[in-house]
Nanobody, 124 residues
């Protein structure tokens, strides 16, 4: 079992930045690829970014490329999502997730463990 706890969400003005953190406990963090997903009100959950177990490879949804950066610190059992140039369309609950597989990281069903989410609100 892996327990995931997100933090760092909040209210920010358009153009601003936030850094989300995902703290993991339980089994070996470095054994899992990590992903970030988001869900806006009335919309389906969508992929945002993912990072492989070593952190050597990252993947992004097209709508966040160049604005968001995913990273991880295996020594601290934590994954991060740095979000810059935020706009109101980025308003959503953001979830981190962990998976033992190394392919299809943009697909939510690949993930075995999920955090409870952290809310991000971007005002115009």
């Amino acid at each position: 079992q892996v327990q995931l706890v997100e933090s760092g969400g909040g209210l920010v003005q358009a153009g601003g930045s936030l850094r989300l953190s995902c703290a993991a406990s339980g089994r070996t963090f470095s054994s899992y690829a990590m992903g970030w997903f988001r869900q806006a009100p009335g919309k389906e959950r969508e992929f945002v970014a993912a990072i492989t177990r070593s952190g050597s490879t990252t993947y992004y949804a097209d709508f966040v490329k160049g604005r968001f950066t995913i990273s991880r610190d295996n020594a601290k059992n934590t994954a991060y999502l740095q979000m810059n140039s935020l706009n109101p369309e980025d308003t959503a609950d953001y979830y981190c997730a962990a998976t033992g597989v190394f392919y299809g990281l943009s697909l939510a069903p690949r993930y075995d463990y999920w955090g409870q989410g952290t809310q991000v609100t971007v005002s115009s």
